[in-house]
């Protein structure tokens, strides 16, 4: 917990910075769409949410994410209203991060599980 500085002492309390990363810039409202889209495919392309989501049931090919990517980017453009093709789009950035960056979080919820 941060303290208040001593009277006539009001320089501005500091705290470490997380060297490289900045988390509140970031949209709320984004990240609430987000993760609207994450929710919606839970159920399809997800293990059991209480395994901590994050890993995928059957696969899913980077090309398969970059094809549905930039559909959505395509029906965007055309000004289709049907779906919030900006957060899905977001999804497919966020998923081919995961895919390709050789993340291990599925193998941190598998040891949580098993635990």
């Known amino acids: 917990m941060l303290e208040s500085p001593a009277p006539g002492n009001e320089t501005k309390p500091e705290r470490k910075q997380i060297e490289g990363f900045r988390f509140d810039p970031m949209c709320p409202t984004a990240q609430r769409q987000l993760a609207a889209v994450f ?5 399809r392309y997800f293990f059991e949410h209480q395994v901590n989501g994050g890993f995928f049931k059957y696969g899913l090919p980077v090309w398969d994410v970059r094809n549905h990517l930039e ?6 453009q055309l000004g289709d209203a049907s ?8 999804w497919g950035v966020v998923t081919l991060i995961h895919l390709t960056s050789g993340c291990k979080c599925h193998l941190v919820a598998k040891e949580r599980e098993v635990k």
Not at 39 to 43: L, P, R
Not at 71 to 76: E, R
């Open 39 to 43: 929710s919606e495919g839970a159920e």
């Open 71 to 76: 559909n959505h980017y395509n029906l965007w």
């Open 83 to 90: 779906e919030n093709h900006l957060a899905k789009m977001l």
